[in-house]
């Protein structure tokens, strides 16, 4: 379970990192997260608006490697979270990064 906890944080600050897109606020740069509760979620309307928006996002598909292959987003990246800290390197860097799972 510890190992599952860890990627699952990895890939929390990654994308929280990421849809931070960067920015400062007044007092400085944003705090990390710390908390799952702390990242932000979003709809699956949000992220189509992004995308129909223009926006590059990049979609990551935490499932299963099989259940990628069954049914997938288009142009979604295949990385199960329990590989998210040992790939985390194939992320881009400069798009924002949605990840989803069933």
Same mark, same amino acid.
Do not use: N, Y
């Given at each position: 379970?510890?190992?599952y906890?860890?990627?699952?944080? *990895? /890939?929390?600050?990654g994308?929280?990192l990421?849809l931070?897109?960067?920015?400062?606020?007044?007092?400085?740069?944003?705090? !990390? @997260?710390t908390?799952?509760?702390q990242?932000?979620?979003?709809?699956?309307k949000?992220?189509?608006?992004?995308?129909?928006g223009?926006?590059? *996002? /990049?979609i990551?598909?935490t499932?299963?490697?099989?259940?990628?292959?069954?049914?997938?987003?288009a142009g979604a990246?295949? !990385? @199960?979270?329990?590989?998210?800290?040992?790939?985390?390197a194939?992320?881009p860097?400069d798009k924002?990064?949605?990840l989803y799972c069933?």
């Open positions: 379970m510890k190992a906890s860890r990627a699952l944080l *990895v /890939a929390l600050f994308i929280t990421l931070a897109g960067c920015s400062k606020s007044a007092a400085g740069e944003q705090p !990390i @997260p908390e799952q509760s990242v932000p979620r979003l709809t699956p949000e992220v189509k608006d992004m995308l129909d223009g926006q590059e *996002v /990049a990551v598909d499932r299963s490697r099989g259940s990628w292959e069954t049914l997938r987003v990246l295949s !990385i @199960p979270l329990a590989e998210i800290e040992s790939r985390h194939e992320l860097k924002q990064i949605v069933t």
